[in-house]
């Protein structure tokens, strides 16, 4: 069914000449760790409001550690990855974990939501905990993008799903392939929701960038070609020459301009049924300017005539619920250009809830509209 990997292009370095990663958060501060006992840990108390506590991701207890997670029997990990270090639009995104963690009216425990659409109550299938954030070294991309990728492999060492908040779409390549790591490089497969295709081949110089995770990706035989599917591009990037260069490694892409033709529905039914085409699992990476800016104005690089905001978040839950995940990331929400009550980063929030609803639906074996 998938794509057979090339064993000896497995767990290398992403930059190969790299000899001074610095250790992050690998050694843990004698202050939490010594005697505690691993599992999550409730940092709120129940039924607080929404702009109160610590800003967990809905509330949920916080692990620290791939033991906390095993501990926990935890399903799916949140952490966030705050680095824009690579951004080539507005800044900002580094801001964008806390503030998708922050973006929820709903307070209270996360247990008692009820989902409308689905008929369920999501956190009683799945459990859920906050896993922090990623150690981010300023002016440091090279180390930081290890960090992530450490810190990603973290929470899929404690069983856990990992989904993780940007931070600009650089953090995509390390993400991707720590998943890439643990499930074998060419066995999963990426639906990537975004207005670019962030497939250029450096961005002034650097190999390294938001607009080059997906080449990387290919380039290093983590995700081949072919087990790309992408969805919403628009606009006036990339050109020919790179067009060229996705046609040839196999890149599936849907563009703005055949949704509107052949309607919303079609385009996501073949995105569906195309996800596991080349690959045994799936990796969703949403780029938040896959939205129309009327609907998400709080991005860096934000593209005029993109997708609402129910169709980004049905495809989520259809994707999640039909195919099934094994990572996740929701990148580019940049709070200094936010408006209104906060409206990117709480459909950025949204986009999570969705993914872990379903999994649920997954679980239950409920049917998708």
Sequence with gaps: MGHEAEP????????????????????????????????PVLVNRPNELASAGIPTFMKLPLCLEAADLRAGQIDVAIGGAPWDGTTTGKSGA??????????????????SLFH???????????????????DILVGNTVGTYENIRWFVTQMLDGGSIPIVLGGDHG????????????????????????????????????????????RRLIESGAIPGPNFVQVGLRGYYP???????????????????????????AILDRAVEQALGHADHLYISVDIDVLDPAFAPGTGTPEPGGL?????????????SEVGMVGMDVVEVSPPYDSGNDI?????????LEAITGLAMRRLGCQTE
């Design 8 to 39: 000896e292009r497995t767990q290398g370095a992403l930059f190969p000449d790299n000899q001074l990663v610095p250790k992050g958060w690998k050694e843990p501060a004698d202050a939490w760790e010594s005697g505690r006992r691993p599992g």
């Design 94 to 111: 580094q801001l964008g974990p806390r503030a998708i963690r922050q973006a929820d009216y709903l307070g209270g425990s996360a247990t």
């Design 116 to 134: 409308l659409g689905a008929q369920i109550r999501t956190f009683d299938v799945v459990k859920v905990a906050d896993f922090g954030d990623a």
């Design 171 to 214: 953090i995509t390549w390390p993400s991707a392939t720590a998943v890439a790591d643990r499930y074998g490089y060419g066995k999963v497969g990426i639906v990537h929701f975004d207005a670019h295709a962030d497939t250029t081949p450096n961005m002034r110089g650097s190999l390294a960038s938001h607009g080059t995770p997906m």
């Design 239 to 265: 050109d020919e020459e790179v067009l060229g260069w996705m046609s040839a490694q196999g890149m599936r892409s849907h563009f703005m301009v055949d949704i509107l033709d052949q309607g919303f529905d």
């Design 308 to 320: 609402g905001s129910a169709e980004l978040l049905r495809a989520i839950r259809r994707l999640s």
């Design 344 to 352: 990117t980063a709480l459909v950025a929030h949204r986009c999570v």
